[in-house]
């Protein structure tokens, strides 16, 4: 047993450096997608060890996706506020979606959760640009796309959960 724990604890550290590397590289510049998903693969992984492996991670990322370019640190920020305010507040238990699909022309980016459903007033604060400190990672998210590609975060409460979704 003793030699598994090594072993995990190795990846674990491993991840853990991956994962920081890429914020740190990545804060200025823009990324591939493929390196998002990636980033977020490691942030899960690393809060599933820390706190006892309670998020169930799905991914439905379709192929072909080498090429595309997105800024940097968008999706992380989504799956981080998807488990603090969704997951977390829900008893710690649930499931996390990445979804990448590419559509005619351009790819559809969502994150979904199974947790505790956004307030409707913070959807309305996203959209609108007031937001209180603790949701600025989500406005920062929206602002960005909409800069960039004209159109921000469509954000929809599910029965239960949330899901956030973009175009590229």
Request: charged fraction near 30%; aromatic fraction near 10%.
């Amino acid at each position: 047993a003793m030699m598994g724990d090594a072993d995990k604890t190795g990846a674990f550290l491993e991840k853990m450096a991956d994962f920081f590397r890429y914020n740190v590289r990545k804060m200025e510049e823009d990324a591939m997608l493929w390196e998002e998903v990636e980033a977020v693969d490691n942030y899960i992984y690393i809060l599933n060890v820390r706190f006892a492996g309670d998020i169930t991670y799905i991914k439905e990322v379709d192929e072909g996706i080498e090429n595309i370019r997105i800024p940097s640190m968008i999706l992380q920020p989504l799956v981080e506020n998807a488990i603090i305010h969704g997951i977390r507040k829900n008893g710690g238990c649930g499931t996390v979606v990445i979804g990448v699909k590419k559509e005619d022309g351009y790819t559809r980016v969502w994150v979904e959760n199974d947790g505790i459903a956004i307030d409707l007033d913070v959807i309305k604060k996203v959209y609108s640009g007031e937001m209180p400190d603790n949701k600025i990672g989500l406005y920062n998210v929206h602002l960005r796309l909409k800069l960039i590609y004209g159109q921000g975060l469509n954000i929809y409460r599910l029965d239960p959960g949330t899901k956030m979704e973009f175009y590229i």
